[in-house]
C-alpha cells in the first residue's frame, strides 16, 4: 500500500519561509508529484506540481515565491515557500501519481499570521 509522509508545516509570521517535505514509499513508477491546499470554505487547489523530468507547473499565487523540486532516488518531493502571506494560510495536499493511480497525503497545516 503507497504510504505519503508528509512534513513541515506550521505557524510562521508573513513574511517567512517554511518547507514542506513528502516522502512515498511502497510505490511503482513514480510519475508527477504536486501540492494543493484547501483553506476552509475554498476548494482544493493546486499550488505546483513537478514531472518525472523536473517540469514544473505554478498556481498564480505560488510563482515568484515558491520553489517546487523533487529528489527521485528518494521519490521526496519539496515546497520551498517564500514572502507567505495571511492568504497562504491552509492544509497543504501532497499528490503523486504512479503508473497506476494518484494518491493524496494527509495534510499539514500553514499558518501565517499577520
Known amino acids: 500500500q503507497v504510504q505519503l509522509v508528509e512534513s513541515g508545516g506550521g505557524l510562521v509570521q508573513a513574511g517567512g519561509s517554511l518547507r514542506l517535505s513528502c516522502a512515498a514509499s511502497r510505490i511503482f513508477r513514480l510519475n508527477a508529484m504536486g501540492w494543493y491546499r484547501q483553506a476552509p470554505g475554498n476548494q482544493r487547489e493546486l499550488v505546483a506540481s513537478?514531472?518525472?523530468?523536473?517540469?514544473?507547473n505554478y498556481a498564480d499565487s505560488a510563482k515568484g515565491r515558491f520553489t517546487i523540486s523533487r529528489d527521485n532516488a528518494k521519490n521526496t518531493v519539496y515546497l520551498q515557500m517564500n514572502s507567505l502571506k495571511p492568504e497562504d494560510t491552509a492544509v497543504y495536499y501532497c499528490?503523486?501519481?504512479?503508473?497506476?493511480?494518484?494518491?493524496w497525503g494527509q495534510g499539514t497545516q500553514v499558518t501565517v499570521s499577520s
Open positions: 513537478i514531472t518525472s523530468g523536473g517540469s514544473t
Open positions: 499528490h503523486v501519481v504512479d503508473l497506476y493511480n494518484d494518491y
